[in-house]
């Protein structure tokens, strides 16, 4: 029998010195850890097995592992799993750790972004999104939280644990899916067509995508209120306003994806990739082929 590479042997805790805590999640806390061999830096998401049968979020985990398996290493925008391990008390994800914190942080550090840097991390958003879409899959909670930066500013998307995977095998013929589900995501980014039906769809990430875009621009979210049900009513009424200043492009980008009708939103017809988004005039003279190296945050 050949001896296992060091790529496929099996891992244990014991590989690895445990940090600080990056995140916590309700059923998972993400830890800092460095390889004892090779003194490499991972984030180690580590979930309690009876926490997680306990709230019945087997389903969440399998799933968060079988998106990753599927986007293995060929996306550079996505925190990639190296290797899963358990013990009998808990179930271990090593993945990338993203050196730069989140943009949240960054956001709220600097209030907003400068209208270059909104436009540099929407492409790189962008070029996410239509990967995982073409492998058939749904992220349902796209976040400011969950876009990571690595040692080099580029962005990360984590927490698939909500994803659903609507096809790995056809997903041009599957494009206008949907899916009935219970609540999944975050209240200030759910699309209205979750609230309504409980329906998503690849455009329901396109509306988190308007969001986001929108938060980078001015650093507040679109929707707000103080209650869960509050932000629910203006995402379902479609109250919301741009602060004055907001540049003219972006708001004009922001208007045609915050769009109730998830099959009127821009993008929701193209056929390949997200096109007509990629050639909206907020993006115009970008090369998504290449998107150069990333300003600096300001
Ligand atoms: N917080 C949650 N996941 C993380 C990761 N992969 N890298 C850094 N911080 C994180």
Sequence with gaps: MTPPTEESRKRTPTDYIFGKVLGEGSFSTVYLAKDVHTGKEFAIKVLEKSHIIREKKTEYVMREKEVLRILGNSCPYFVRLFWTFQDRDRLYFVLSYAKNGDILTQIDNRKTFTIHCA????????????????KGIIHRDLKPENLLFDENWHLLITDLGSAKILSSEKPEADKSKTRRNSFVGTAQFVSPEMLTDSQSSFESDLWAFGCILFQMVCG??????????????KI?????????GFDECAKDLVESLLVIEPGKRLGAADERRYSSIRQHEFFSGRNFDDLGPPPKLG
């Design 220 to 233: 507040e979210m679109p929707f707000r209120g103080g209650s869960e049900y509050l932000v629910f009513q």
């Design 119 to 134: 436009r540099y991390y929407a492409a790189e958003l962008l070029l996410g999104i239509e990967f995982l879409h073409d």
């Design 236 to 244: 379902l009424k479609l109250e919301y306003a741009f602060p004055e």
